[in-house]
């Protein structure tokens, strides 16, 4: 006899469930190509990349409000691969200028 616990479908994380789109995304949708997802319950295909409904409201809304600077620099990493240590490289780079080597005082050796 099968409970109601192993006959219930597992739901993805809340973050991954496509509920509250806003109106524009629930528009685009039908126009996008779908398919089912393993994660999420579909995704769909903008410019070029498969995306979740959440994600892809996500990515409208940055195309659509974000505004890049000259000074703007991207550091994109997955969880727990070193964004700390690239964190740090970034920072070297771009502000080499302003440190001497070997500086006891250096940002990196007391604030890393």
Known sequence: MLTHLETSPTLPPKYL???KLTQECEVLLPSLPKEKGWVSSHFYQ????WH?????QGVIA????????????????????????LKAIVFALVKRMHY????E???LFRNS
């Open 17 to 19: 469930q496509d509920d």
């Open 52 to 56: 979740p409904a959440k994600q892809l």
């Open 46 to 49: 903008y410019q070029g990349f």
């Open 62 to 85: 940055c195309q659509k409000h974000f505004e890049a600077q000259n000074s703007d620099i991207f550091l994109v990493t997955t969880p727990k691969y070193g964004t700390t240590w």
């Open 105 to 107: 005082n250096h940002p």
């Open 100 to 103: 001497r080597r070997g500086m």
